[in-house]
C-alpha cells in the first residue's frame, strides 16, 4: 500500500455547516495565513485539543502582551472545565 493510500485511511472526511460570519472569519484567517481552510480547522482542532488538557491539568488559557511595560492578560473562559 502507498503512503498516500496510507494516509487516506487514516482520515475522514467531515461535512460541515457554518453560519456566514464563521465563514468569512475562516476565509479571512486562511487567506491571512496563507493555508486551505481544511488546515486552518486542523490547527483550531489541535489548539482546542491542548487548551483542554491544560484546563483538565488546572491551568487557565489565555494570552497576554507585556508591550509599553505593561502586562495586559485575557483569559479564554469559554476552555474553563
Not at 461535512?15 to 460570519?21: A, E, F
Amino acid at each position: 500500500m502507498s503512503q498516500k493510500e496510507q494516509a487516506a485511511q487514516n482520515r475522514s472526511r467531515l461535512t460541515l455547516d457554518l453560519s456566514t460570519r464563521m465563514t468569512a472569519a475562516l476565509n479571512n484567517y486562511a487567506e491571512k495565513h496563507g493555508v486551505t481552510k481544511a488546515e486552518a480547522l486542523r490547527s483550531a482542532v489541535e489548539l482546542l485539543m491542548v487548551a483542554d488538557s491544560a484546563v483538565d491539568e488546572g491551568f487557565k488559557v489565555g494570552a497576554w502582551n507585556t508591550d509599553g511595560g505593561q502586562r495586559l492578560e485575557r483569559e479564554f473562559v469559554r476552555f474553563a472545565g
